[in-house]
Structure formats: structure tokens, C-alpha cells
């Protein structure tokens, strides 16, 4: 009987670890449009975490987080959606 090396244990884990087939069920299509699924699923995951936060820290930090993942968010859509794909984003 032949044992499994460390090759055979690597076919049955997806990437970096994970379960097989556990990235193409959260990204299935990759490519480009991969970082705007990301970003809105860091949305939604933050979105509950800074209600458990503490008064004095939700309106401050959680304001400032939430904008900031929405400005990311926006840029990221701008350079999807952009005609000239070579533009580097800077006005």
C-alpha cells in the first residue's frame, strides 16, 4: 500500500488551504470583477461588526470606516466601468 505524500494531500485542499472548490463558490467568475466582490463582501461583514462596537467608537471609527470602504468601492467601480482601461485613476 502506497501513502499519500504531501502532493496527494495538496490536490484534495482548494487554495491556500481551504476547502476544495471554496474560492470558485465565493468568486466563480474571476478575473477583474473578482476585487468589487471583495469589497462588497468586506461591506456587508463590517456592516455588523461596527454595531457591536461601543458608542463612543461606532459614530467616529465606524463613520470613518464606512466611508473609506465606500471610497474604495467607488474607485474600484470608476476603473471597471472606465472606456480607457490604461488611465491610472489620478485627475
Known sequence: ??????A??????GAGG???????KLYPRGGADT??????????QIIPLVAKFPRDHKFLLGDR???KLLDVQEC???AYYS?????SGRS
Open 18 to 24: 481551504a476547502a476544495p472548490g471554496e474560492a470558485e
Open 35 to 44: 476585487i468589487l466582490l471583495v469589497i462588497e463582501a468586506m461591506l456587508l
Open 83 to 87: 472606456k480607457d482601461k490604461r488611465a
Open 1 to 6: 500500500m502506497q501513502q499519500d505524500g504531501p
Open 76 to 78: 474600484c467601480l470608476r
Open 8 to 13: 496527494e494531500e495538496n490536490k484534495e485542499r
Open 65 to 67: 470606516l464606512y466611508a
